[in-house]
């Protein structure tokens, strides 16, 4: 598959991450605090993300390792949109119900990035082969 169709799938797969995100965000803002919704919101959809990500983004077969290094495609994406929510919740006075989709925008590449790497990583390395003499 080529990187363009992976971009394209990983963008599907993002507006779908969105949406779920959101939802759940938007279920949890009626209980708790808005920092607090954000990060079990993202936790939620990052899980979705990934099985999404491995079956249909990238088509590899998703693996326990693969599966705990997944939260670090999202590191940057989880620094990026919480520090941009706050800035734009409490510095800007932006509404804290659509904070978080602006903040997002600026995480995606980095995010198609880090995933990509982690996604496409080969579980294991080869064994070296042992010479008989």
Avoid at 14 to 41: R, S
Avoid at 66 to 90: E, Q
Wanted: aromatic letters at 14%.
């Amino acid at each position: 598959m080529t990187v363009t169709a992976q971009m394209a799938r990983f963008a599907l797969v993002g507006a779908v991450n969105t949406g779920t995100y959101y939802g759940c965000y938007l279920a949890l803002l009626t209980a708790l605090p808005y920092l607090a919704a954000h990060v079990i919101a993202f936790a939620l959809s990052m899980t979705g993300s990934f099985l999404l990500n491995s079956y249909f983004t990238y088509r590899t077969r998703p693996t326990w390792r693969k599966f705990l290094l997944f939260p670090l495609t999202n590191a940057a994406n989880f620094v990026i949109t919480t520090g941009g929510v706050w800035l734009l919740v409490d510095r800007v006075g932006f509404s804290s119900r659509y904070a978080p989709l602006v903040a997002a925008l600026a995480a995606i590449p980095i995010t198609f990035v880090v995933s990509r790497a982690i996604m496409l990583r080969p579980d294991a390395r080869p064994k070296a082969v042992e010479r008989v003499r």
